[in-house]
């Protein structure tokens, strides 16, 4: 793919500041877009993501946002629109993980996963329309526990995915006519600091997969996101992509 496939774009990747949504920013900003991103407290690895941009020789912006206040989001857009002109992408990938059997979680469990995990999406994507030309790209970061719920203590986490993917279908159909196109990808084990390849439940997360080839790198997830941010991808709408070895089947 061309490194400059994505010239004269702007991107905005939310919980971009470590992990899937740094590897994501990074390539984004390696094709050729301008690349904002948002993070909660983490605002020292949120600038060291800037500067890898900027001295590749990238434009790159980091917002301090919470996607637990859709006000912040809605704020977040605007920042984006005022500092590059509009949002030609828009990756929904910021996302929390509360684990835990039913009968230990909360109602304000329930409410936080489903502020960050889906609302903020809905509501990223309601602000960003109003900025993004027609030909657009939504990518949402999903996970394969969306597909298949592989041990107990996931029902949150796995409601929340879910949500997303049915986000994700029905605002690709609304939004065809404006050749704006909705994605949806499924990461499964990615080797970040939340979730180490060598860390005690790798084992395990190993053995549910079809090619057992180990965890996945985070570059694989943003380069199924560059591709479906392009225009090589202008035909794939609706779509989910899933990333994590066949552990999901």
Known sequence: ???????GK????????RGIGA??????????AAVAITYVRGAG????????????GGRALAIQSDNRDPVAVEAAVAEVAHAFGRIDILVNNAGIFHAAPIADLTASD???TMAVNVR????AARAALAVMPDGGRIVSIGSNLALRAPHPGLSLYTASKAAIGGLTIALARELGPR???????????TNTDMNPKDGPGAAHQTELMANPTGFSDPGE?????AYLASDAARSVTGAAWTIDNGASI
């Not at 793919?1 to 010239?7: K, Q, R, T, V, Y």
């Not at 590897?23 to 050729?32: N, P, Q, T, V």
């Open 45 to 56: 690895p949120a600038q060291q993501v800037v500067q890898a941009i900027e001295e590749a």
């Open 10 to 17: 702007v991107a905005l990747v939310t919980g971009g500041s």
């Open 179 to 189: 050749r704006i196109t909705v994605n949806v990808v499924h990461p499964g084990s």
């Open 120 to 123: 903020a999406a809905f509501v």
């Open 110 to 112: 329930f409410d936080d």
């Open 221 to 225: 997830v943003a380069d199924i996101v």
């Open 23 to 32: 590897a994501i920013a990074k390539r984004l900003a390696r094709d050729g």
């Open 1 to 7: 793919m061309s490194m400059e496939n994505l010239g």
